[in-house]
């Protein structure tokens, strides 16, 4: 697993967040518990910022990005020698800034 922790965070700092997603899914496959958990935290973040660089709505960004700080809130601050705290940071700078996209988005609509 991670090998594969590695690889999907090297993906997801060079922004491939697709990419990220899939190889953190592989791992996701076979963990149980908390690391299950955790990981499932990393693939909904990468998702959140797939979708925010195709400039889809916020509203499904900010549903998977409060989905994923909770579970990487939820557990220990490292899964096996990776530290969850600076995925912690993005997405909770990501979700405030679909928060105010959404707010502007409905802003323009009223």
Known sequence: MRDRLRRGAALFEAGRFFEAHEVWEEAWLEEFGDKRLALQGLIQLAAALYKESRGDPPDGCIWLLEAALSKIRG????????????????????????????????????
């Open 75 to 110: 557990g220990a601050s490292d899964l096996d020698g990776l530290p969850l705290t600076p995925f912690e940071l993005r997405a909770a700078a990501a979700l405030e800034a679909a928060r105010r996209r959404s707010v502007d988005a409905a802003a323009r609509h009223t």
